[in-house]
């Protein structure tokens, strides 16, 4: 079946450190997001890739970056800078029709 | 003003109810919109694409009202298992090889009690 597989489910970040959050899709499609929800709250746009070695900021990029090397991945690293990296992250690609199909996301907190 | 906006709730509402979402976007140029479903701290999964003239999908009516700039959601007869938070999505087409970007609204809480 195609999909979006993220991994890991859940990760612990102490303060200070980098860490990278996998998102590799088997759809073929071209464009891939990352948003972040907090909690009560809707979907932020991280950063979103339409082609590959290309990618573009979203409304909330400060702190995080990504690379698109392959059109199957598009991992996420939450970098030092993130202040507030606690959150539930979800990855995305969008198919012909415009619509997304999502991870089961990663679970980030702070320890 | 967010971009796509909708009254967050919660609904309570007992099985059998039909309730109405409603949620508005402030981009006229918004192209494709949709309707997302969020268990808790589960991923948003697509319950339905809304269309022009106005789509059903069973229990599931959508509406459009580009004038408006207007979207909604009517669920008939309610059941336990449509307790979720429903979202609102538009996208906005760049044209060109842009897919446009969805932006989401935050989400409306619906609780459907026996």
């Known amino acids: 079946d195609g999909g979006i597989t993220q991994s890991p489910k859940y990760l612990f970040r102490k303060e200070g450190q980098n860490v990278t959050l996998s998102c590799e899709q088997n759809?073929?499609?071209?464009?891939m997001y990352w948003y972040r929800q907090d909690p009560g709250q809707g979907l932020r746009l991280i950063y979103y890739?339409?082609?590959?070695?290309?990618?573009q900021k979203g409304d909330i990029a400060e702190g995080y970056s990504v690379s698109r090397e392959k059109k199957e991945s598009f991992p996420l690293t939450v970098t030092s800078a993130q202040k507030n990296p606690t959150a539930f992250y979800l990855c995305?690609?969008?198919?012909?029709?415009?619509?997304?199909?999502f991870g089961s996301g990663t679970r980030l907190t702070v320890v | 003003r967010k971009e796509v906006e909708q009254d967050p709730g919660p609904f309570n509402v007992p099985e059998g109810a039909t309730v109405a979402f409603n949620c508005t976007y402030s981009?006229?140029?918004?192209?494709?919109f949709f309707w997302y479903r969020q268990d808790c701290r589960k991923e948003p999964k697509l319950l339905m694409s809304?269309?022009?003239s106005g789509n059903e999908d069973g229990r599931f009516t959508a509406q459009l009202n580009r004038a408006s700039q207007y979207i909604s959601l009517l669920i008939r007869d309610s059941k336990l298992s449509d307790s979720a938070t429903y979202l609102c999505?538009?996208?906005?087409?760049?044209?060109?090889?842009?897919?446009?970007?969805?932006?989401f609204g935050q989400g409306t809480i619906l609780t459907v009690h026996p």
């Open positions: 995305a690609a969008q198919g012909p029709n415009y619509g997304y199909t």
């Open positions: 759809l073929n499609h071209d464009a």
């Open positions: 890739s339409q082609i590959v070695n290309d990618f």
């Open positions: 981009n006229s140029a918004s192209q494709s």
């Open positions: 809304v269309y022009s």
């Open positions: 999505v538009v996208n906005i087409y760049a044209g060109g090889t842009s897919y446009g970007k969805l932006t």
